[in-house]
């Protein structure tokens, strides 16, 4: 299982709240980063994004951008209600956190200190890494019944073709009947059709690959 501790960026870039937007702006691009974590006394009081600052001030051309970059500070644009995670999270549990609140990244405590951040792209990177799909191959849909046993049974089938299977997710519960559930194998061939075939005899609805 990959945790939150396994992607999360270690060397983190943090502002206090009186610095100005013009400084967080310039660490943005210098770092190529989007969002900033703001610590007051070694502690976690906000967090700051490119976009937030962008929105605080006026747009390039406008004479008065330059003034405003001196004068706006990251305290007065900074989010102060921050969502956090653990090192030990796991990190599927994290992606689920940023989709339900709508946000991109998560400063990591550990106690009350920064210890790491990790954003939606590291998130992104976890989830292929742990799918397979980095590695050569190609994906097996299956539409299997909703119950105990079914996973093992198409997973034998596919295995009697000396296909190995780097992962397997389920989607939501589709209400047949009887209920089902999509399987997306992850397989170490780049034809499966025999396998594929096979669990179209023994009764599976396969979706991919076509069926002939």
Known sequence: MLLVRDSMAREVATLSPGETAGAALALCRERRIRHLPVLEDGRLVGV???????????????????????????????AREVVTARPDDPIDGAANTMRERGI??????????????VTSSDVMDSLVFMLGAHEPGSRM????????????????LIGEFGINIVSVVTGPRQQDKP???VAVFRVDTINPVEAANALGRAGYRVLWPPQP
């Open 48 to 78: 700051v994004s490119d976009r937030d600052l962008r929105s605080a001030t006026p747009a390039f051309g406008d004479p008065a951008r330059a003034a405003a970059l001196a004068e706006v500070r990251v305290g007065d644009v900074m």
């Open 104 to 117: 991109n990244c998560l400063p990591v405590l550990e106690g009350d200190e920064l210890v790491g951040i």
């Open 141 to 156: 849909e299956v539409v299997v019944p909703d119950r105990p046993g079914t996973l093992a049974g198409v997973a034998g």
């Open 179 to 181: 209920p089902s559930r």
